[in-house]
């Protein structure tokens, strides 16, 4: 129905930069926000960022200032640029959506993509 599909991590040295990209595809409404969660081993889910359809933007307290997050609105995708990353930044990264699926009126459902490791090196 909805599918979200990331790309784009992978290993870096500290003090680098990644990209993030997340494209969801199906039988889409309207996107709410779309932003990105993150999960390091043996820790809970934590967000980092958010995207809203009218382009503003909210970031966890410890990626201010590293991480932009962009929305590209027709083509229903959101992306990370992260720069100065650090080795606690190591996690597997998650987009997540809250958007209308096309035929469900006006009630917003939850998406989430596969995940994609990022790997920071000292």
């Known amino acids: 129905q909805v599918q979200l599909v990331e790309s784009g991590g992978g290993l870096v040295q500290a003090g680098g930069s990644q990209r993030l990209s997340c494209a969801a595809s199906?039988?889409?409404?309207?996107?709410?926000?779309m932003d990105w969660y993150r999960q390091a081993p043996g820790k809970q889910r934590e967000w980092v960022a958010a995207?809203?359809?009218?382009?503003?933007?909210t970031y966890k307290d410890s990626v201010k200032g590293r991480f932009t997050i962009s929305r590209d609105n027709a083509k229903n995708s959101v992306y990370l640029q992260m720069n100065d990353l650090k080795p606690e930044d190591t996690a597997v990264y998650f987009c997540h959506a809250q958007l209308i699926v096309l035929g469900d009126g006006s009630r917003s459902r939850d998406f989430w993509g596969q995940g994609t490791q990022v790997t920071v090196s000292s």
């Open positions: 995207a809203f359809t009218d382009g503003s933007s």
């Open positions: 199906g039988s889409i409404f309207h996107i709410n926000v």
